[in-house]
């Protein structure tokens, strides 16, 4: 029996732990059992309910101002509880320092930019959408948008590769608008998620109701969904599918967001040769995106486009780059790569590789790499490029194009001209984010506003911000995350922009004395 501890749910407004004996999570390094989680035998019901009501009436009757003071108290209870995020990172998620970072801090800082956002909407308890319109010859009579809070709850279901970033991404926003937030992580990566929800708990800064958190299976929550709730899922594309069936969104329309697979592309755009600045940048760029969080991100490059006469070179390029990532226990100080999540993802990952392998070259074998304080039996995986040599093998490879492998994998792909490298981008079918790499401005530009529809973000990469920009995989809060076609179709973030999922939008058509009241 084990005797490692059952981490209890948050719901209803009380900790309380499953009745079953509890999924172990594992250390993806040393194959230690380090907690169990559990969500049999919760009441659902009551808990979505006690959200609902005694949370949402709670963060309704504060206003933006002083929601975003909440965040503002809810951030400094994080920040002084880094170093032991840190460690359960390192040992549930198997990630270095650095990877862990792009998490914790990376969700501390999207949860900082929405309390201060709640400064600059100030003392307001709902949020006006553009100009009153006149209705008529006479203006008295007008018509004015306005933006009020969901009366539901939020619920969230979360993937494992960001257990932090993932939770407070979604989780600002919806509080900042006064909608109260239920979080489902991911199990395998649950610990670090269910900590952080426990410290603010135990603080005390937020309403009761206001933030839960269930670990476990995610059996009966879409059930409990009700009209005026959402749901936002961060997954495969095979889970988003069985959510946009549920009866929840089917009969009673729950608002749904989906962020799914993407095959994010970079793209160097023709006439930068070999050895140029730019050809650089991307060569560096892949090799980042590849082994960060061991190329476990929704964002990560999965294809690289280049012209045919530099293919070889790039090729070498990256290699070189890739040759160089230490890979291994994420302890010791000279890894630079940690481990897959867990023994599914090890798998995935293999058969993915396979798969892809049949209609490509092995460019660079992640096999090669030895591995640092960790042996075969860990979920530890070198990088690996392949690639398609010729145009004509880029258009026969429809695998590269269709199919993500979520690890430290990418595929670098020969184009003939820029018309050619558009169209092979866009058979990724809609991706999370594209990168362009270049010199010529307006070309640079071009090409941007051809692929934008098919994105939900264009990185551009000049010289001239070689050390200034963020990152082709960097969620930044200011900036729109999510995307079309197989990407999901969802938008998160983006700024403002991100609480217009938790509000609805109703016009009212009053005198225009009536009007002036609204923000009386």
Known sequence: MSTTELLPNFLGGKWQSGSGAGTPLFDPVTGAELVRVDATGLDLAGGFAFAREQGGAALRALTYKQRGALLGEVLKVLQAQRDAYYDIATANSGTVKN???VDIDGGLFTLGVYARMGETLGDKHYLPDGEAARLGKDPLFQSQHILTPTRGVALFINAFNFPAWGLWEKAAPALLSGVPVIIKPATATAWLTQRMVRDVVDAGILPAGALSVVCGSSAGLLDQLQPFDVVSFTGS?????????H???????????IEADSVNSALLLPGEAAGSESFDLLAKEVAREMTVKSGQKCTAIRRVFVPEGVYAAAAQAISARLAKTTVGNPRNDAVRMGALVSRTQLNAVREGLDYLKAQTEVLHDGATHALVDADAASCCLGPTLLGTRNA???DASDRVHDTEVFGPVATLVAYRDLGHALQLVRRGQGSLVCSLYGSDAQALAKAATELADSHGRVHIISP???????GHGNVMPQSLHGGPGRAGGGEELGGARA???????????????VLAQLGA
């Open 99 to 101: 990877d862990s970072a």
């Open 237 to 245: 594309a095979d889970t988003a599918a069985v959510i946009r069936s």
């Open 247 to 257: 009866p929840a969104v089917t009969q009673r329309s729950v608002r749904v967001n």
């Open 392 to 394: 004509a093998g880029s």
């Open 464 to 470: 001239d911000v070689a050390a200034l920009h963020t």
């Open 499 to 513: 609480l217009n999922f938790y509000h609805r939008r109703a016009a009212i058509q009053a005198s225009t004395t």
